[in-house]
């Protein structure tokens, strides 16, 4: 006999993105099952930097104000060389007139998480299921069977009306759907670390480009589970060293002394080390499979636009798919979903993330001259400083979005 199908839609994975879009369909009527491979949310530090749009969904989810006591409103980011002259400096206050959130915001996505955890336990027809890793589906014409397995490896099977693969980097939903994710590896990987010591002393500000052929760093200023400040340093690594190799305190401190021109000594809470591609998924919807954030797409985290375009992704879709839910409209507008989003990604959060590394590790001294002469001129420049902020903080990509019918 045939399993009736439940009437919801189940999220694999309960990271930032599947979260979210399970708190905006909720919030739009729609029942929905999270399953959660993990038994608790991931602790490394990942996403730390929210963009204006982005905060816009948060507001509309009404977790704006909760997360807002916790995390830090940053207007100014500046472009640095490594031996601490400033390139140029922006003020995000100029997008005033655009957005009600003329700055980035910057909280550890760890801190996020229970923020979105509360706001989920409100809603009766929402669940987040922890310890259920997603293993597999069944697609039928009425919906989706999902197998997953608990903490004991014991396989269970629940059904939908349609599967949200928000189980990130290496999404099973993705791979079982046999969709490709198309595009490269960096050959250099990425450390990240978190210091506690006060860099505004060495001249930095709250955000930080440091610009080098080899020895680049962002530097952003974050705050512990403590609320004491903690500054984040991400450095890209010597392909020809190992993990351990590039993971070695001595080693470590050795880069930081290098990036935080004047230092003689830091203190390290964190290092950690992580690959870093550039991918988009072949197709963000297929059937009754719709992909959104990490498991959709990833990209290097210059600019700050993964966790950005993955809660925008859920946003965009949770609005479709309660539409399509409620029979307002044909589940063609999910295909929408896929040319709006897929296309926000290829043509905005790759090519900046892609052109942001290429330009802070410049290693034509000349062309590394006449770029950053071009910065300093937009810097400088009213107009064209709102033009390129615009861009950078994603405003003008989530704009183009809409338009694509
Ligand atoms: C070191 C680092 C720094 C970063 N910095 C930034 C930044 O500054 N700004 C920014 O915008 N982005 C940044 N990113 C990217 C950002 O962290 C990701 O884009 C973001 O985590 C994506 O969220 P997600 O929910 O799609 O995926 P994840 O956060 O990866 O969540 C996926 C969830 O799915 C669960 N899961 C996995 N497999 C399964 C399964 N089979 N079944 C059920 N559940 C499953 C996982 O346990 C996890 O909870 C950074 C990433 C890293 C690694």
Redesign the pocket.
């Known amino acids: 006999m045939a399993l009736a199908m439940e009437d919801r839609v189940i999220v694999?994975?309960?990271?930032?993105?599947?979260?979210?879009a399970a708190l905006d369909l909720v919030q739009r009527g729609v029942p929905v099952l999270v399953?959660?491979?993990?038994s608790t949310?991931?602790q490394?530090?990942?996403?730390?930097?929210?963009?204006p749009p982005?905060l816009d969904i948060l507001d509309r989810l009404g977790v704006l104000p909760s997360l807002m006591e916790i995390g830090l409103k940053i207007p100014i980011w500046q472009v640095r060389n490594r031996d601490g002259s400033v390139v140029a400096e922006f003020d995000l206050g100029i997008l005033a007139q655009e957005t009600d959130y003329p700055y980035r915001f910057h909280l550890g996505?760890q801190k996020v998480m229970p923020v979105l955890l509360a706001a989920l336990a409100k809603h009766a027809n929402a669940e987040v299921r922890p310890d259920?890793?997603?293993?597999g589906f069944t697609e039928r014409d009425d919906g989706v069977l999902v197998e997953?397995a608990d903490r004991e490896g014991t396989s269970h099977c629940v059904s939908g009306r349609w599967l949200v693969g928000?189980?990130?980097?290496?999404?099973?939903?993705r791979k079982s759907a046999g969709i490709e994710f198309e595009g490269f590896t960096w050959p250099e990987r990425?450390v990240?670390t978190n210091l506690a010591d006060d860099l505004t002393r060495f001249g930095f500000t709250y955000t930080n480009y440091v610009t080098d052929p080899d020895r680049w760093a962002?530097v952003?200023r974050l705050e512990n589970e403590d609320g004491e400040p903690n500054w984040?340093i991400?450095y890209p690594t010597d392909p020809s060293l190992t993990d351990d190799e590039v993971l070695d305190p001595a080693n470590v401190q050795s880069r930081l002394v290098d990036i935080v021109a004047g230092a003689e000594e830091l203190h390290l809470r964190y290092s950690?080390i992580?690959r870093v591609h550039q991918r988009v998924a072949r197709q963000f919807r297929k059937g009754r499979i719709l992909l959104?954030?990490?498991?959709?797409h990833?990209?290097n985290?210059l600019?700050?636009?993964?966790?950005?375009?993955?809660?925008q992704?859920a946003a965009n879709l949770a609005e479709k798919l309660a539409d399509v839910w409620h029979n307002r409209a044909d589940e063609a507008l999910l295909d929408r979903y896929n040319r709006q989003r897929r296309g926000a990604n290829i043509e905005f959060v790759q090519k900046a993330s892609i052109r942001n590394k290429a330009m802070i590790e410049e290693r034509d001294p000349d062309a590394k001259r006449q770029a950053q002469d071009q910065l300093r001129a937009i810097a400088d420049d009213p107009q064209l400083s709102l033009h390129y902020l615009l861009e950078s903080s994603m405003i003008n990509s989530i704009r183009a979005a809409k338009g694509i019918d």
């Open positions: 694999a994975g309960g990271g930032p993105v599947g979260l979210i399953l959660e491979a993990a949310p991931i490394d530090p990942r996403g730390a930097a929210f963009h982005t996505q259920a890793r997603v293993t997953y928000a189980d990130g980097a290496r999404s099973q939903v990425f990240v962002v952003l984040r991400t950690g992580y959104a954030g990490d498991a959709a990833i990209n985290p600019g700050g636009f993964g966790l950005n375009s993955g809660v992704d």
